[in-house]
């Protein structure tokens, strides 16, 4: 498995963090909600929005790692919900996996890594469908 830091003055919206496992490559987004009140909203600036938008229409392989310090959780969700996670007016989105302090990081590895590979099947099947 290997990691990336991605600086932000590489491009407009492009997520803080790449990864790549055999599984497949994904982007993660990590943000961090100072106050006590938990709230997704306003924490992705509209080239962040867009990027992920754009991207998760074609392969679904982005994700936001939102971090709580006041409830001590840290929340995975799936870049395809990036619209109402940042829409004041939108229900509220589950997240795909929840992690309290101190987290155990390779629950989220393999949470990835288990969408990613029913991604590719779900692709394969889609090709040798065509």
């Known amino acids: 498995m290997t990691w990336t830091r ?6 407009a919206g492009l997520p803080d963090i790449n990864g790549a496992m ?6 993660i987004e990590s ?16 080239s962040q929005v867009a990027w992920q938008f754009s991207r998760s229409k ?3 392989n982005v994700w936001n790692l939102v971090s709580h310090p006041a409830s001590e959780k840290l929340c995975l969700y799936s870049g395809t919900h990036i619209l109402d996670l ?4 939108a229900p509220l989105v589950d997240p795909c996996l929840v992690m309290t ?3 155990n990081w390779n629950a989220m590895i393999e949470y990835i890594s288990g969408s990613l590979i029913k991604m590719n099947i ?3 099947y889609e090709r040798a469908n065509v």
């Open 6 to 11: 991605v600086e932000a003055r590489v491009g």
């Open 22 to 27: 055999k599984s497949g490559e994904f982007w």
């Open 31 to 46: 943000k961090v909600i100072s106050t006590k009140k938990f709230s997704t909203v306003g924490l992705w600036r509209p």
């Open 58 to 60: 074609t392969f679904p």
């Open 86 to 89: 940042n829409d004041p007016d």
């Open 101 to 103: 302090y101190p987290v």
């Open 122 to 124: 779900s692709m394969d």
